[in-house]
């Protein structure tokens, strides 16, 4: 009998008790713009180092705007604080 009555307060307990606000999914543009891509320098067509260093500048600068892509899409994911 105790068992049962115990068992009715807990299910009367958990049946009272309301739930926080219910979140829905929004769409929601996260980025306003696509941010411009790095002009590219152009590369010599003679001497192995000016070809080297123009290179190496234009790597610099593609992995640059590669983490600014991945940190804009990286806060849509996240979505508003």
């Known amino acids: 009998m105790r068992a049962a009555l115990l068992l009715a307060f807990i299910l009367a307990g958990c049946a009272a008790r309301t739930s926080g606000p219910e979140l ?14 790095p002009s590219l320098p152009a590369v010599p067509s003679s001497g192995i180092y000016p070809q080297v260093q123009a290179l190496l ?20 994911v996240a979505g508003p604080s």
């Open 24 to 37: 829905l999914p929004l769409a929601v543009p996260c980025i306003s713009s696509r941010p411009a891509a």
């Open 57 to 76: 500048a234009r790597e610099k600068l593609r992995a640059a705007y590669e983490r600014e892509l991945e940190a804009l899409l990286d806060a849509c």
